[in-house]
């Protein structure tokens, strides 16, 4: 007679799994939601009332997911920024050691500003809203923020290294100006609705690039850079 209980045992199993997937579902689908909204009206602007609504969910059921509307802004400052790794930093890492990989990392964020000057950014509307509000939802964005900083730090410090920038560069001060690139083009792109806010922050680019370069005229604009140039996409 075959055993029975050992018969069921994996269906029971399978079927306890299944209401914890589908509330990994529910719970991304409402995260995803949340990050569409956070992008027109920010974090601040963002209510468990408002997303029950765009959901078509009970406030009670999204509550369920979060437990506060505090835990609901930092899902979403954490899936912004594992978007942004997915589109800005990892394609980046196939590109060669050194000025190339650091071009990449320049491009696919401007690409991925392009569209957030019709979008916004979190980052920099959540800087805007938690700047001098201490406090976990702050925590989140700083420590994003921070992370992708380093990341820019880096891989000049192994263009330095590579031969490719001056070996007294100071890769704090080249992140920063590059960081400030993109600061000016959402302001003058986003704010003041400049239609050549793109061209010159990648002049600028190209700047701070000859002004540390090793030798200037030995490492030129890589083709990914030719073949994306952002500034198209806001013509």
Not at 51 to 75: D, P, T
Not at 123 to 143: H, N
Not at 196 to 201: E, L, M, P, Q, W
Not at 205 to 226: C, D, L, M
């Amino acid at each position: 007679m075959p055993d029975t209980h050992s018969q069921l045992r994996p269906r029971r199993e399978a079927d306890s799994h299944k209401p914890l997937q589908k509330g990994r579902q529910t719970k991304a689908a409402i995260v995803d939601a949340a990050l569409g909204l956070a992008t027109q009206i920010g974090l601040e602007g963002l209510s468990i009332g408002a997303l029950a609504e765009v959901m078509k969910m009970s406030k009670s059921g999204v509550f369920a997911h979060f437990g506060s509307r505090e835990e609901l802004q930092i899902s979403v400052v954490r899936e912004y920024h594992a978007r942004f790794e997915e589109e800005v930093f990892y394609p980046a890492m196939g590109a060669p050691r050194g000025l190339p990989r650091m071009r990449t990392l320049f491009d696919n964020w401007m690409k991925r500003t392009t569209v957030e000057i019709d979008s916004g950014c979190i980052y920099i509307s959540g800087a805007v809203e938690f700047d001098d509000r201490p406090g976990p939802v702050r925590d989140a964005l700083a420590s994003s923020v921070n992370t992708w900083l380093t990341a820019m730090r880096r891989a000049v410090e192994i263009a330095v290294q590579e031969g490719h920038l001056r070996a007294d560069t100071d890769a704090d001060q080249m992140a920063f100006e590059i960081h400030a690139q993109i600061l000016a083009l959402h302001y003058e792109a986003r704010f003041l609705r400049s239609p050549d806010s793109t061209r010159r922050a990648l002049r600028a680019f190209e700047g701070i690039v000859q002004r540390f370069s090793a030798a200037p005229a030995a490492i030129p604009i890589t083709q990914a850079s030719r073949k994306h140039r952002p500034d198209a996409a806001l013509r």
